[in-house]
């Protein structure tokens, strides 16, 4: 079992920047990859960034060259570092866990880009 914690959204304006910071406690030696994804109000959660097997990252188009991932597994912590941001970022972002077997996801923390 994998428990996920994620901190750091808040109200940001237009260009400005976030970093969202995510904690796993419990089984870490479970945990094979890393993602984040995000929910805006109305819509379908969507991918945003995810480790793959071979260390690479993979980014959503919308965020490629503005956000940046990384991730420590043998600590179980996770960042995702938001620059350049834009009204259309404003979501509830998730950080998952694949783990062996199955997914865990954090209970979310809200990003709000408004002037």
């Known amino acids: 079992q994998v428990h996920l914690m994620e901190s750091g959204g808040d109200l940001v304006r237009p260009g400005g920047s976030l970093r969202l910071s995510c904690a796993a406690t419990?089984?870490?030696?479970?945990?094979?990859?890393f993602g984040w994804y995000r929910q805006a109000p109305g819509k379908l959660r969507e991918f945003v960034a995810l480790?793959?097997?071979?260390?690479?990252?993979n980014y959503a188009t919308s965020v490629m060259g503005r956000f940046t991932m990384s991730s420590d597994r043998a600590k179980g912590t996770t960042q995702l570092e938001m620059n350049n941001l834009k009204p259309d970022d404003t979501a509830i972002y998730y950080c998952n866990v694949g783990a062996i077997g199955t997914f865990y996801w954090g209970q979310g923390t809200q990003v709000t880009v408004s002037s």
């Open positions: 480790t793959l097997s071979d260390g690479r990252i």
């Open positions: 419990g089984d870490l030696s479970s945990i094979q990859n």
